[in-house]
């Protein structure tokens, strides 16, 4: 395995796209980094559960917020908005959206390989 590994935000090793959005992903070799770009009208339950197949979203998140406004709704019925310029850390058990008419910009650092994966294919795939 490499020691140093870098690459370029210009070139993502994967992009995952859903309704109002998509994932970029940066492989680097065996660390995900992800690059979520939302635009205005994008929600997490509607857009991204049918995919995952959970009522919430069950991905932790370790990321800073480029631009944009995200609210985030916890099931234990904490929530807030971050806010461009902010560094966040989410559990597992979440709704999110964005707010306003800004396209939110989020830099993902917890491994993010499995996020908008389609879960029936991953079933079907054991």
């Known amino acids: 395995m490499q020691s140093?590994?870098?690459?370029?935000f210009a070139e993502p090793t994967e992009i995952?796209?859903?309704?109002?959005g998509r994932?970029?992903?940066f492989d680097?070799?065996?660390?995900?980094?992800g690059r979520f770009v939302l635009e205005p009208?994008?929600?997490?339950?509607?857009?991204?559960a049918p995919l995952a197949g959970t009522e919430t979203c069950q991905?932790?998140?370790?990321?800073?917020?480029?631009?944009?406004?995200?609210h985030v709704s916890m099931n234990d019925g904490a929530y807030g908005v971050v806010k461009?310029?902010?560094?966040?850390h989410i559990e597992p058990g979440h709704d999110a959206w964005t707010v306003?008419?800004?396209t939110v910009t989020v830099l993902d650092f917890a491994d993010v390989a499995t996020y908008a994966v389609d879960s029936a294919a991953l079933r079907a795939a054991r």
């Not at 140093?4 to 370029?8: A, D, F, Q």
């Not at 009208?41 to 991204?48: A, F, I, L, T, Y």
């Not at 461009?84 to 966040?88: D, K, N, P, T």
């Open 41 to 48: 009208g994008w929600h997490w339950s509607r857009d991204v």
């Open 100 to 102: 306003g008419e800004e």
């Open 4 to 8: 140093l590994v870098s690459m370029s």
């Open 59 to 70: 991905q932790r998140h370790v990321a800073y917020l480029v631009s944009g406004n995200l």
């Open 23 to 25: 994932l970029e992903l």
């Open 16 to 20: 995952r796209e859903f309704p109002h």
């Open 84 to 88: 461009s310029g902010e560094v966040i």
């Open 28 to 33: 680097l070799h065996g660390s995900a980094v």
